[in-house]
């Protein structure tokens, strides 16, 4: 299991100001995306509208699809471009990991936000920055890395909620219009695919006793990997593997996984995306284990009821048509890249990788919510735009 949630007690990480460190890594930033994350072309659509926003002294908000770790980095690209900075929300599990990144993502403009627990905080920071429009805020509102580089996952209610309470501040102050631009990343792979993930399915089958099977048929291979992994998980939590459609059988691995938690947690009766519902169990987890106050045998309790909840949002993230009906070169390596990570917490890199980065025109947004409608109509307008871009690109 990755280290997205620690034990640790929560301190706020606020942004980081400074444009010096910005315009010294912004020079370098082709360099390292080539090197580290394997991109080497950069294409950019629609920045006018971002620039006609910023000019007009808008509190901007920049909404993305996120199909890979390295987008914020990415859109570091998009930055050197309007000759701006970004503020961007981050999880702090990424700034406690430490390292060379996350020093970077800082002094980029990265703040902390807590997503085990209302983060105050960081909510009132990004609606400061709105209000204040010193830079375009980044959000992510798909809530984590997709892997899908061709499709949407529902969107979390955060990003509208910052949005409409900074519109409501810049009417009242007289400073004009808060706006979203939806922003789509598409990226296409431009090596051999077989060749890329060979490596990377033979040591999966050889971790499952397997012989490796390179002259299987790709789609058939990869299918046969997964249906293991899934199939041991199934042995693992429900005794026996489950015959049936994908989709049902990740559906109802998820719910053994969440169903009893939500129960003895009292988070909610199922409903909702897998998202959100791991989100509010892990805001009434984890604050029990920062208290420090609980003993070790109920630590582990913790640790595992947390190992649940990743392993029911990895299986949540593997849309079951994926590979359906001869699937593009980036479908084939995002299946492969999340298998890896599922099974070695770590997934390599491969390239050459080129990614399209589209900016939407901008989205007013309204200071009042339309109380008649069971959705909000500015996540709608941003998941339809999104949608329709990367679709389109």
């Given at each position: 299991m990755?280290?997205?949630?620690?034990?640790?007690?929560?301190?706020?990480?606020?942004?980081?100001?400074?444009?010096?460190w910005?315009l010294?890594?912004?020079?370098?930033l082709?360099w390292y995306l080539?090197?580290?994350?394997?991109?080497?072309?950069?294409?950019?659509?629609?920045?006018?509208?971002?620039?006609?926003s910023?000019?007009?002294g808008?509190g901007v908000?920049?909404?993305?699809?996120?199909?890979r770790?390295?987008?914020p980095?990415?859109?570091g690209q998009l930055?050197?471009?309007?000759?701006?900075p970004f503020?961007?929300?981050?999880?702090?599990?990424l700034?406690?990991?430490?390292?060379?990144e996350?020093w970077l993502?800082?002094?980029?403009?990265a703040?902390?936000v807590f997503r085990e627990g209302v983060?105050?905080?960081?909510v009132?920071?990004?609606?400061?920055?709105?209000?204040s429009a010193?830079?375009?805020?980044?959000i992510?509102?798909?809530?984590?890395?997709?892997?899908?580089?061709?499709?949407?996952n529902?969107?979390l209610?955060g990003?509208a909620l910052?949005?409409?309470?900074a519109?409501?501040?810049?009417e009242?102050?007289?400073?004009?219009?808060?706006?979203?631009?939806?922003?789509?990343?598409?990226y296409r792979?431009?090596?051999?695919?077989q060749?890329?993930v060979?490596?990377v399915?033979?040591?999966i089958?050889?971790?499952?006793?397997?012989?490796p099977?390179?002259?299987l048929?790709?789609v058939?291979?990869?299918a046969?990997?997964g249906?293991?992994?899934?199939?041991?998980k199934?042995?693992?939590y429900?005794?026996?593997p489950?015959?049936?459609?994908?989709?049902?059988r990740?559906?109802?691995?998820?719910?053994?996984?969440l169903?009893?938690?939500?129960?003895?947690w009292?988070?909610?009766?199922?409903?909702?995306?897998t998202?959100a519902?791991?989100?509010?169990l892990?805001?009434?987890?984890?604050?029990t284990?920062?208290?420090?106050t609980?003993s070790?045998?109920?630590?582990r309790?913790r640790?595992?009821?947390?190992?649940d909840?990743y392993?029911?949002?990895q299986?949540?993230?593997?849309?079951p048509?994926?590979?359906?009906?001869?699937?593009t070169?980036e479908?084939?390596l995002?299946?492969?890249e999340?298998?890896?990570?599922?099974?070695?917490?770590?997934?390599?890199?491969?390239?050459?990788?080129?990614?399209?980065?589209?900016v939407g025109e901008a989205?007013?947004?309204a200071t009042?919510?339309d109380?008649?409608?069971?959705n909000d109509?500015?996540?709608?307008?941003i998941?339809?735009?999104?949608?329709?871009?990367?679709?389109?690109?």
């Amino acid at each position: 299991m990755q280290e997205v949630v620690n034990d640790q007690p929560y301190q706020f990480l606020p942004p980081y100001h400074g444009r010096f460190w910005w315009l010294v890594v912004e020079r370098g930033l082709p360099w390292y995306l080539r090197r580290f994350w394997g991109i080497s072309q950069i294409e950019m659509q629609g920045v006018e509208h971002l620039s006609h926003s910023l000019a007009a002294g808008h509190g901007v908000l920049l909404a993305g699809n996120h199909p890979r770790p390295c987008d914020p980095l990415v859109l570091g690209q998009l930055s050197r471009r309007v000759r701006q900075p970004f503020f961007s929300m981050a999880s702090w599990h990424l700034f406690m990991n430490g390292g060379w990144e996350a020093w970077l993502m800082h002094k980029l403009g990265a703040f902390s936000v807590f997503r085990e627990g209302v983060d105050r905080a960081a909510v009132n920071t990004a609606i400061d920055i709105l209000v204040s429009a010193e830079r375009p805020l980044l959000i992510f509102p798909e809530g984590g890395v997709s892997r899908t580089n061709d499709q949407l996952n529902p969107l979390l209610e955060g990003t509208a909620l910052i949005a409409r309470t900074a519109a409501k501040r810049r009417e009242k102050a007289g400073a004009g219009q808060v706006v979203v631009h939806p922003v789509a990343l598409r990226y296409r792979f431009h090596g051999d695919v077989q060749q890329a993930v060979d490596p990377v399915l033979k040591d999966i089958e050889t971790r499952l006793t397997w012989h490796p099977a390179p002259d299987l048929p790709l789609v058939e291979r990869i299918a046969k990997v997964g249906q293991a992994l899934l199939t041991l998980k199934e042995i693992e939590y429900l005794g026996q593997p489950r015959a049936g459609a994908l989709h049902e059988r990740l559906r109802g691995l998820i719910d053994h996984l969440l169903a009893p938690l939500e129960q003895q947690w009292r988070t909610g009766d199922g409903s909702g995306t897998t998202t959100a519902r791991v989100k509010r169990l892990r805001a009434a987890i984890v604050p029990t284990l920062s208290a420090g106050t609980l003993s070790d045998v109920d630590k582990r309790h913790r640790w595992r009821q947390l190992a649940d909840c990743y392993l029911a949002q990895q299986l949540a993230w593997y849309p079951p048509d994926y590979l359906r009906d001869d699937p593009t070169p980036e479908r084939i390596l995002e299946t492969v890249e999340r298998l890896e990570e599922d099974v070695t917490d770590r997934a390599r890199i491969h390239h050459p990788l080129s990614v399209r980065i589209d900016v939407g025109e901008a989205i007013p947004v309204a200071t009042h919510r339309d109380r008649e409608s069971a959705n909000d109509d500015i996540l709608e307008a941003i998941d339809s735009r999104l949608r329709a871009m990367i679709a389109a690109s």
